[in-house]
């Protein structure tokens, strides 16, 4: 032992005289065959002075650390994986990293019990992703981590979260109204993600009069109006009518009624 850090003193020698002004050194050995360790040396006063040395069956460090932690091989397992739903169609994932060693990470994702898929690769140092990949309003998410590099991997960790539900709007203005003066109903719909869009005007007794709207529309708010009339341009008879939204999977019915 003795002579193995004979050996240490010769090969750190040349770095101890950039250690000006720092007061104090550590050496740590650390058991097992370690064939990942590299010799690494750091001259800036305040880092990390001396290197990782293999010899035999064990790896030793030696230098000033300042809360340095020695690293070689495998990536450590991550930390604190946690997802976090901003809205219905993102999620916000973060980590903590707590290798000094890995390449980067891979990002896996469950959608209920369905299996793992790839979503991502980052690279290294990264700690935060947002998901908005196709994802579903209401709906249940998984996602595993794990960091990588040339020797291997860590262990994956998990975290799961459900989605908001979606935030679509669907609102007639005026909706008692005369249309032989002119009047309209003012419809207003509020889209959290691009979607086909139907606005449909039927009877009480289920008879289709007028197709409003029948393409897809981006996310965000709009507007349409309805002045009454039918496919054929002529207002329709006093009474009760129904205003039909569908876009996706949300679908309302709200009621307007014409006098004349």
Known sequence: ???FLIIILIIIYPH??????IDWWVVVQTGGLNSSAKYQSFGLVGQPIGGLIQSGSYTTFVGYMPGYTPQSGKPNPLLNLCAKAVSSTQVNITWQDDSIIEDGFELERMTGDEGFIPLTTVGKDVTAYQDTNHLISNAAYTYRLRSYNEYGTSSWITATVTTTPAERKFTPYNNLFYPDKQETVQIRYIMDKPEHVNIKIYTLSGRLVKTLLDEVKPA???????????EGSEILASGTYIIYFNAGDFKELKKAVIIR
């Open 220 to 230: 965000g708010e709009h507007w349409i109006d309805w002045n009454g009339q039918d």
């Open 1 to 3: 032992m003795f002579r």
């Open 16 to 21: 101890l005289s950039q250690a000006s002004g």
